[in-house]
């Protein structure tokens, strides 16, 4: 069920319903077309065309297929737009809301990740010797040398079982960052005290599509930061090879929102 952003779900409702898979060229997205016989006054043949499962024959422009049912929903199942784990935020996408803020104990991951703990001893860093005074900083001028920008959930490892790295890349996987969040743009403002306290401010906002990202590498094939390759994408090609396989359904059958925003703000002082 859901609108045909992709083939795939074209394809169901043409196994249950006939047709033909064609492009819209305007939109991109798909549809399945027939001629349907009608009869009465002016009795002949039209060409139909639906594009999704309730029978559109428009393309879809919003995100996400029911949505003012689900939305509906979501207050009645008192889903407030905050999130304290991945559950909580898959209700936030599958009801339909626009956005939603990171609390709880999936806000103290983020915090507590490795690679934001390393963007603020960097930070540091770059404020030995300053004045008093605010200065701003964001997550992607990390230089690689120092690591480069955030990649939240951990370090990958290799896809092959067979491999003593492909630990890390289950341990990742278990990890509800990698799902949540991945590779994101932290920006952080820091207040600098006469006496040298800092207060730190950070927030970033974040985009939950589990669709592989546009031009990255997956498994084999595409461009991008895999063993096959040296550049091009920021999200893992471990991450895009599994968001191939289940971001097409979790979007476009379960009717995941794709244009969920995922805020969170946190503060710490050094």
Known sequence: MGDFRTKFGARLYKWTHGGEISQDKGSGQWFVGKDVEYTGEGAGVAYQRRFDWNGGNKPYTGSGWGHTERSLAAN????????????????????????????????????QDPDVIRYENWIIQQLV?????????????????????????????????????????WQVAANPLTWAVRSVNIKAQVKVSAEGAMNITYQFTDNFDLRPERGGKVYFGGSGNSPFSSGGGIRPWQYNGATSILGVPYHDVVGGNDKLKTNATWQSTR
């Open 76 to 111: 009645v199942f008192g889903v407030n737009g905050q999130a304290s784990s991945l559950f909580d935020l898959g209700w936030n996408s599958v009801l339909q809301n626009s956005s939603v803020l990171l609390t709880g104990d999936l806000l103290n991951q983020v915090q």
């Open 129 to 169: 010797g300053k004045g008093e005074g605010t200065y701003s900083f964001e997550s992607n001028q990390i230089p690689r040398d120092a690591g480069g920008g955030i990649q939240l959930g951990g370090d990958r490892g290799s896809l092959n079982p067979l491999d003593p790295s492909s630990v890390a890349t």
